[in-house]
């Protein structure tokens, strides 16, 4: 079991016939919605009718990869190095950790919609919506409105962010997410190739991770529909 993330899931469920779930989701979407209209913005209207081949759906390399990735983005954010390649324990690392009190911080403080890499780091890691909306900083709702995962992203700023990683990472720009070269980079501990493979590959799971976010959000922004962690 792992993080799965999903673009075009309302079709997809109503294409199998699962009307509780269809009509679940959109209950969801209301509540989203209400919260969208209360920081001024768009509501998000989710398509039902999307061609297969638009539907995008990825699992992501376990539950840690998506940490691995945020670590990355951490550091960078916060005026570090690029660190080593990460493993499991990447959600404990520290300078994660102080991301997370600093946004607090500035959030308090009303500053928080200027922190790098935000919709990547504040954001569920098992369960939540990323909108084909533009806004600066990710909304945290009040766990009262039960909105899936508490906070809400942005699909074109998690895009931004990604190809920032991107070209840290120096990843190509034709590399597929699913392809047997990432999959062998990120099945490597420490990456293919050791300290002689490229950057990219070095860090595999991170890489492997942010091709699969890049790939969702460029779905997510051409058909209008949400990115869904499941």
Request: proline share 6%; net charge negative; hydrophobic share 40%.
């Amino acid at each position: 079991m792992g993080l799965s993330i999903f673009v075009g899931l309302g079709t997809t469920l109503r294409e199998e016939g699962e009307g509780e779930e269809v009509e679940r989701l959109e209950q969801q979407f209301e509540v989203v919605n209400d919260l969208l209209e209360s920081f001024g913005l768009p509501p998000h209207r989710e398509p039902y009718d999307l061609e297969a081949q638009r539907i995008v759906t990825f699992d992501m390399y376990g539950y840690s990869a998506l940490h691995r990735l945020r670590r990355v983005a951490a550091h960078l954010a916060l005026g570090e190095e690029l660190p080593p390649p990460g493993d499991a324990e990447a959600a404990d690392d520290p300078v994660l950790q102080d991301y997370y009190q600093l946004f607090d911080e500035n959030m308090l403080e009303g500053k928080a919609g200027a922190m790098r890499f935000q919709h990547l780091i504040i954001h569920s890691d098992a369960e939540g919506f990323y909108l084909p909306v533009e806004f600066d900083e990710v909304i945290v709702a009040d766990p009262s409105l039960e909105v899936p995962g508490d906070m809400v992203g942005s699909s074109p700023r998690l895009l931004e962010e990604c190809l920032e990683l991107a070209r840290a990472l120096e990843l190509p720009d034709d590399l597929e997410p699913e392809s047997e070269e990432v999959w062998r980079a990120a099945d490597a501990e420490g990456g293919g190739g050791g300290e002689d493979g490229a950057k990219w590959q070095r860090y595999g799971v991170e890489s492997h991770t942010c091709l699969a976010l890049i790939k969702a959000c460029r779905a997510s922004v051409e058909t209008g529909a949400a990115l869904i962690f499941t």
